[in-house]
């Protein structure tokens, strides 16, 4: 694992690579498009009946296309500090893992997108990026008519520290999406940088 470049000091414009991840359709591709400042990219593919063996579509259902590489956007905030953020979302079906390393590379954080619907498809992601030392933020992405379950429930199911921060959020609107990462970048200042030192403000 190729160490992430330091933070920049203050009063410089900090670039910042951040990771998307989590399970098969929980909306990290809609994450992306929601918050980019340019056209994400997308690698995305329509599913066929020959994945239907290695894709499973339960919960859901209504999913046409899936991401087959990654997905690309890029948000720049000026305020309190300059800071450009990198987003590299990945594939999520198991079949598609092995990319994972080569996407954390150079990466500061990552944010676990999950569904209540089908939690356990994030946990992967979760244990990747414990596995790594990788700071990271776990987002549930709230989707219309699911069974609601408390921060308390999602934490004891991802077996995570009470460190990690845990948020639900709605991958669909910009705003929900900022707040996520912005949640991130504060956990990695935190986690990673000198009592002293601040990449943004609170």
Not at 54 to 80: C, I, M, N, Q
Not at 84 to 90: D, K, M, Q, V
Not at 123 to 145: S, W, Y
Request: one cysteine or more.
């Amino acid at each position: 694992m190729t160490p992430p470049p330091p933070l920049l000091e203050p009063g410089e414009r900090a670039v910042v690579k951040l990771v998307v991840a989590g399970g098969f359709g929980v909306g990290k591709t809609t994450a992306i498009a929601a918050i980019s400042d340019i056209p994400p990219l997308r690698t995305e593919a329509l599913l066929t009946a020959h994945s239907q063996s290695v894709d499973s579509l339960e919960g859901v259902e209504d999913k046409t296309a899936t991401t087959v590489a990654f997905d690309f956007g890029r948000v720049g905030w000026d305020e309190p500090q300059p800071v450009e953020l990198y987003l590299f979302g990945t594939p999520g079906q198991p079949r598609f893992w092995s990319l994972w390393h080569d996407l954390a590379q150079g990466a500061l954080g990552a944010v676990v997108l999950a569904d209540t619907r089908r939690l356990d498809s994030s946990f992967p992601a979760a244990d990747f990026f414990e596995q790594l030392r990788l700071p990271f933020v776990i987002a549930i992405n709230q989707f219309p008519h699911t069974a609601a379950r408390s921060l308390d429930e999602i934490r004891e199911a991802f077996d995570v520290s009470d460190l990690v921060p845990l948020m639900f959020c709605d991958a669909r609107h910009a705003d929900s999406v900022a707040a996520v990462l912005l949640t991130l970048v504060q956990h990695v200042v935190t986690t990673t940088a000198a009592p002293d030192t601040t990449l943004l403000d609170a």
